[in-house]
């Protein structure tokens, strides 16, 4: 999955709910409020977005992407960020005020909202050619998302000077892995990534799909034995110490460790948006494909990936001209300049000569390689309940792994509900291996 650490006492159980749906449908009904007084003014045509990003993210949003929208169209963008998208825009559509553009993480999520009539078709949108297949997979016949950016996952970071043996011997050890699993109403998304890559690098994308897809089952000796490796790589229920740390640490918190004086951790498996957050561009962090420190990775230039999805609810002029406007290349390759994610749009990639960093011209390489096998992120691919459970599944886990067998039975039952909603497809390549 792709926001503040759980505490201890959130290890051993579940988080109040009932409170915070009661928080976030308020929070809905007043941002409805707000919009709704916005578009009766009158004053100029509006266009009201959801995304994510807040803070410094969406100072750099406004900038890159919705100030020249602006400016260029004379077209007000009512932008609201929240960590909580998801259930804020579950509350919207359930009150009738869904936004006019939408930016997930979840084509999972996007599926359920398509196959319930909420999403408005792209095809007429957005350029053929400019984005690969995998990135905008027909649903219902028609194409209702495209990625505003991307990332690579199947990655482990390490300071410059940390050499491959000392990297290897590091991996063995859990408290030489710097793990935050807090992000707020998304807490436990890492430890998904972690699973989700140790499946594909010791299984490959035929199993990795197959899981993602809903029809491989979480008790498969394939998904239990990701499940624990992962916990003897980082530690599940061993030193408490080490659980309190990674239980209570966000996610963009947990790279300090590396620069304190002497190290905390040596070793981050995280997407490469990692690479800008000030912890590891002051020790001058390097990568790694994972599948050289997962015990029994053999998967063949196989990665994780996972992206901002962008789909239209309301197809207003102004929301379709703010469609093209995100699709377009010099949109997106102002933000991915902007932003630590990149563009997958194949006209959006950095110019020949200009002061791009080779580290992201390498990682820009990897996502659009053809040779390589690119798997969306599994738990981003899943229903919204299936990747929720999961994602507090990896805490209670991490806090006592003896739980395990439980909580898989639980995802098992969770994923055949016949209502749910899943992807046909979630690698990009017929070089799937595995049964």
Not at 82 to 92: C, F, G, R, W
Not at 116 to 139: A, H, M, N, Y
Not at 237 to 254: I, N, W
Not at 297 to 308: F, I, P
């Amino acid at each position: 999955m792709s926001a503040p650490g759980s505490g201890p006492a959130a290890a051993t159980r579940r988080r109040p709910v009932r409170t915070v749906t009661v928080l976030v449908s308020c929070l809905a009904v007043l941002a409805a409020a707000v919009v709704l007084g916005v578009r009766a003014l009158g004053q100029e045509p509006t266009v009201t977005l959801l995304a994510n990003w807040t803070g410094k993210d969406e100072q750099y949003f406004r900038e890159a992407v919705i100030d020249p929208f602006e400016r260029k169209y004379h077209v007000h963008v009512d932008y609201q960020g929240s960590s909580a998208e998801s259930q804020v825009l579950s509350a919207d559509v359930e009150a009738g005020t869904p936004p006019d553009v939408v930016v997930l993480t979840g084509p999972g999520e996007l599926a359920a909202y398509a196959d319930q009539k909420q999403l408005q078709p792209l095809e007429k949108l957005v350029p053929r050619g400019d984005f690969s297949k995998s990135w905008v997979t027909p649903r219902n016949g028609h194409v209702y998302w495209f990625p505003l950016k991307a990332d690579l996952k199947s990655m482990v970071w390490y300071r410059p000077g940390v050499g491959a043996q000392q990297r290897e011997n590091a991996a063995k050890r859990p408290d030489q892995w710097c793990l935050g699993m807090g992000s707020g109403a998304t807490s436990g998304w890492p430890g998904t990534d972690w699973i989700e890559d140790i499946l594909l690098q010791r299984y490959g994308p035929g199993v990795y799909e197959r899981w993602a897809r809903g029809l491989l089952p979480w008790q498969s000796k394939e998904v239990k034995g990701a499940w624990t490796t992962w916990g003897k790589m980082v530690g599940a229920g061993g030193s408490r110490d080490l659980v309190l740390r990674a239980l209570q640490t966000e996610y963009q918190k947990a790279s300090e460790l590396v620069t304190m004086n002497p190290p905390q951790c040596t070793l981050e498996h995280q997407a490469s948006f990692i690479r800008n957050l000030d912890p590891w561009t002051e020790a001058r962090g390097r990568y790694e494909h994972s599948t050289r420190l997962i015990p029994g990775a053999t998967a063949d230039n196989a990665w994780e990936v996972s992206g901002d999805l962008v789909a239209l609810l309301h197809a207003t002029p102004q929301a379709q001209e703010l469609i093209r406007h995100l699709a377009a290349a010099g949109t997106q390759r102002a933000w991915s300049a902007k932003e630590a994610g990149l563009s997958v749009n194949a006209h959006a990639q950095p110019a020949a000569g200009d002061s791009t960093p080779a580290w992201r011209r390498s990682l820009a390489r990897t996502l659009l390689d053809r040779g390589a096998v690119h798997c969306f992120d599994a738990s981003d691919a899943m229903p919204p309940p299936v990747r929720d459970a999961f994602a507090q599944a990896t805490i209670d886990f991490l806090a006592d792994p003896r739980q395990l067998d439980d909580l898989l039975k639980n995802l098992d039952s969770l994923g055949s509900a016949e209502s749910l909603s899943w992807l046909t497809s979630v690698c990009d390549s017929t070089r799937r291996s595995g049964p």
